[in-house]
């Protein structure tokens, strides 16, 4: 299976039982302490999605199949919004709310998470938005471990309003450009270890204390499997304490343009 072979479709109502129907294979496929990785969607829940002029639902079809699905939502102003908790000095019109990739077991391996990251980050920006932000469960690594890879950066940790879950809060500036309250001559590496999910409670544990210190999340070293963080200064104080800091090579975050969408991509717009 070539990837310029799939279809990219923005979806609509009569993708329901489609979009039902991959969830469910995907949660089935993962073991039963495993499954609450994904967030299990109602019929209802994708039908608000489907419906609402202020979400993208995407997918990936080869032929009438739909094998990948992933939902941007790009709140109003005045309008309540998911993950209310995180960002509140933004605006909504400043922000884009990414959620979970998913792709079909059988298609893993062809690069359609990257296509799917893609798309929804270039409807971002086309639709004017200026910042992305996503929750991902604590005890699920893969997942924002890929997020930071793509340029995305942790600004807090702690538990889910609704029910208490560990998460982990990322955000990323879709203008490219370094927040200036980061101090980026410092840094400090922390290793995720050999068993990363062994290593989750205690990994949770760290990463919300550097965050309680004004650490932030910013890029993923790759070669010692850990992840940099950097201070932030708060009304030029910088917020440190009993920290080590080590020299990190910083990996270049990934910035996606127009230009980088494989042909048979579209961007949609408002």
């Known amino acids: 299976m070539k990837n310029k072979e799939l279809v990219l479709k923005k ?40 419906e609402s002029d202020s979400t993208y639902v995407f997918g990936l079809f080869d032929g009438e199949r739909l094998v990948s699905q992933s939902i941007l939502s790009l709140p109003k102003d005045g309008e ?79 538990y889910d309003p609704e029910d208490n879950a560990e ?10 450009k370094i927040d200036p309250k980061l101090n980026m001559d410092k840094s400090f590496s922390m290793s995720l270890g050999k068993d990363v999910h062994k290593q989750v409670p205690i990994l949770f544990n760290k990463m919300q204390e550097l965050s309680k210190r004004g650490m932030v999340g910013t890029a993923w070293n790759s070669e010692t499997n850990s992840i940099i963080w950097n201070p932030r200064e708060d009304e030029g104080r910088l917020l440190e304490d009993s920290l080590t800091y080590t020299p990190a090579e910083r990996p270049k975050s990934k910035m996606f343009k127009p230009a980088d969408i494989i042909s048979t991509n579209r961007v949609f717009s408002k």
């Open 167 to 176: 998460v982990i809060y990322l955000q990323k500036r879709l203008d490219g």
């Open 80 to 158: 309540e919004r998911e993950l209310s908790e995180f960002a509140g000095e933004l605006k909504n019109s400043e922000l884009a709310i990414y959620k979970a990739v998913l792709v079909d077991p059988e298609y893993r391996g062809n690069g359609l998470m990257k296509r799917m990251l893609r798309i929804r980050e270039d409807t971002a920006i086309m639709n004017g938005r200026h910042t992305a932000i996503t929750q991902i469960a604590a005890d699920n690594p893969a997942s924002w471990v890929n997020a930071i890879q793509y340029g995305m950066q942790i600004t807090k940790v702690g």
């Open 11 to 50: 979806l609509d109502i009569t993708d329901l039982k489609s979009l039902i129907d991959l969830q469910d294979k995907i949660i089935a496929g993962f073991k039963p302490d495993e499954q609450h990785f994904i967030l299990h969607r109602t019929a209802n829940d994708f039908l608000k999605a489907l």
